[in-house]
């Protein structure tokens, strides 16, 4: 039996990029996005959701 849901602490948020995000990048590249276009924190606790060309893969 699959374990329910992962809770997230309490406070987190989810932010999704609405544009398209090149999946080749990798961890560094991503976190540079999430301080440079949304002036986050990458380490903060929350949940940074990027979607790929076809829109059938999310990280």
């Known amino acids: 039996m699959l374990p329910s849901a992962v ?3 309490s406070g ?5 990029a609405a544009g398209v995000t ?3 990048a ?4 991503l976190a540079a996005k999430v301080q440079t276009v ?3 924190d990458p380490f903060c ?3 940074f ?7 059938s ?3």
Not at 49 to 55: A, E, I, L, T
Request: a positive charge; zero cysteines; glycine letters at 16%.
């Open 7 to 9: 809770g997230l602490p």
């Open 12 to 16: 987190s948020r989810v932010w999704l």
């Open 22 to 24: 090149d999946m080749r």
């Open 26 to 29: 990798g961890f560094n590249s």
């Open 38 to 40: 949304l002036v986050r």
């Open 45 to 47: 606790g929350h949940v």
């Open 49 to 55: 959701v990027f979607r790929g060309k076809r829109g």
């Open 57 to 59: 893969l999310v990280t």
